[in-house]
Every structure is written in structure tokens, then in C-alpha cells.
């Protein structure tokens, strides 16, 4: 399959994960672009994420500890979380992990993994807890993230974000990191949360209206893969205002990248370098602004 191609079968891909596009859909155009029913699936199996890809941090690596909680948090609904953090003693700085559209998943408790042993408190929170839960078939969670009140879990967010600053394991500092449907949360976490949050990294999320840019505290760092037009129709009247209102924004774009280029799972849209180069930065980031 040449470059052009598998473009358009990406492009196709996202079109049905974020705006909407009928199965039946999506299966003629890619069914066209490969040339049969089984070279289609393949094709959607490559763009799609793998729940059984290999994790970089193993779930029982010994530095760690990890743990599914059920969290009772006064004033909201109990909330399910993954939470990894160094086994090693000591006070350090916390990061909420955001998960994509597709709900808590085991790429997104491998972040966290890969936080803590950066040496981080990290917790990643099911936001479609209040609803039952992430299910594992992975078109019903979008579905289902499609069907949450937003700004009631945004509100739920900050309620996190406020008790990790509070928590004895912490040093008081609170971080978030967020992919796709998350990268667009931390855009409005950092909106609505004030100095509840103190570093915030989105990775290719759509952006709020710009009007919003002034009540943003936190400084942000964005990652925009180059090729994910849909995302930059928002983002750059964002970075933007983010700019004239004097508020600490640092923007990366990585050329010859698709959207979800950090998703190691879809073995068709990770990008390793530009992976990797955004996760040094993030790390950087983190340390400067959680220490």
C-alpha cells in the first residue's frame, strides 16, 4: 500500500472515531481503498488500537506500586482509577492521566505506569465511571464518551486534581496529561480549574472557544501532530489567545504525524520518533513545573 493510501484510510479511520461516520460507511470507502472486505478489515485492525499489544512498563514491574481503586470523593460520584507510583519513599509531584475516547484502557494504565516510573504519583480516573464504567468493547466506550456531560466531568476532574494536592504522598503539586478526547479535556481542565492545576500537557485535542484563553493559571504544553487537520481548525485560534492573553503556552508541531501518533497500540499511526521526542518534553515539563 503506497503512502497516499494509507492516508486516506487514516483519514477515513478518524473521520468514523471522531465525527461521527457510519460503520456501514466507513467499511465501503475502506472496502474501496484496499480492494476487498478482508483487506479492509486488516486495514481498520493496522489504524485501529490492539488491546494486546506489548505494555513498555510491565504491570508488575517490582519499582512500582500499582492499584485499581475505587475512589469516594465528597461531593461527586465514586470514580474508578488506575494508580501507579514509585515503590521507592518520598514526596513527589502528581499527574492526572486523561484517557482517550475509547475509556481507561490498558495503553492508558501504561502511561501511567510510564509517569510513575518517571517518578510521578500518577492517577488515571474512568470518567465514564458514573456511568458504569469503561466497557471493553471499544466502539461502545466511545459511544458512551459521546454521552457525557462534559462539564460535569470536567467538574469531577477538579475535585481529583484538588485531592491529590492535598494528599500526604504529594508535594502539593498537580499535574495533567491528556490523548485525543483527554488532550481536549486538559484544554478545559485548565479552564476551569484555576491553581487547582499546575502543568498541563495535551497531546492532539481539539481546543475551547479562544474567549476562555484568560482564565487559564496553568502553563500548557501542546502537542499537534502535523497531519491531524481536524484538531489545528481549533487549535491555532487557541495557541493564539493562549499568546495575547500572556499565558505560559508551549507548542510543538510534528510534521508527517497522524493524529494518536503517541498510541503505541495502532500500529498504523504510531509514530516513534515523534513519540518519543514528546514524551522527553512532557517529562521536562513535568519536572520543571511538579518539582
Request: aromatic share 8%; net charge positive.
Amino acid at each position: 500500500m503506497n503512502q497516499d493510501t494509507r492516508q486516506q484510510a487514516i483519514d477515513l479511520y478518524d473521520r468514523f472515531t471522531h465525527e461521527g461516520m457510519d460503520r456501514r460507511e466507513l467499511m465501503v470507502a475502506m472496502v474501496r481503498i484496499a480492494g476487498s472486505v478482508a483487506a479492509a478489515e486488516l486495514l481498520i485492525a493496522g489504524i485501529a488500537a490492539s488491546s494486546a499489544a506489548a505494555a513498555v512498563v510491565a504491570p508488575g514491574d517490582k519499582r512500582l506500586k500499582t492499584a485499581t481503586l475505587d475512589l469516594a470523593l465528597p461531593g461527586i460520584p465514586p470514580y474508578k482509577a488506575y494508580s501507579a507510583a514509585p515503590r521507592a519513599g518520598g514526596k513527589r509531584g502528581s499527574v492526572l492521566v486523561i484517557h482517550e475516547n475509547r475509556g481507561l484502557n490498558d495503553h492508558i494504565r501504561d502511561v501511567a505506569r510510564r509517569l510513575a516510573l518517571a517518578g510521578y504519583n500518577a492517577i488515571a480516573p474512568d470518567f465514564l465511571s458514573p456511568s458504569g464504567g469503561t466497557p471493553a468493547d471499544e466502539n461502545a466506550a466511545r459511544d458512551a464518551i459521546g454521552k457525557l456531560d462534559l462539564a460535569q466531568s470536567i467538574s469531577h476532574a477538579v475535585r481529583h486534581l484538588q485531592v491529590l494536592k492535598a494528599s500526604k504522598a504529594g508535594n502539593g503539586k498537580v499535574g495533567a496529561v491528556g490523548f485525543c478526547w483527554g488532550g481536549a479535556f486538559v484544554h478545559r481542565l485548565a479552564v476551569a480549574a484555576g491553581s487547582d492545576l499546575d502543568a498541563g500537557v495535551v497531546y492532539y485535542g481539539p481546543a475551547p472557544n479562544p474567549a476562555e484563553a484568560g482564565k487559564v493559571r496553568a502553563p500548557l504544553m501542546i502537542h499537534h501532530a502535523g497531519l491531524d487537520t481536524r484538531v489545528a481548525q481549533t487549535l491555532w485560534p487557541w495557541v493564539s489567545a493562549l499568546r495575547e492573553a500572556g499565558k505560559q503556552v508551549t507548542y510543538f508541531n510534528y510534521e508527517g504525524a497522524n493524529h494518536a501518533f503517541n498510541n503505541d497500540t495502532s500500529a498504523e499511526r504510531y509514530n516513534k520518533d515523534a513519540a518519543d521526542l514528546a514524551w522527553t518534553r512532557t517529562l521536562r515539563f513535568f519536572k520543571k513545573y511538579l518539582s
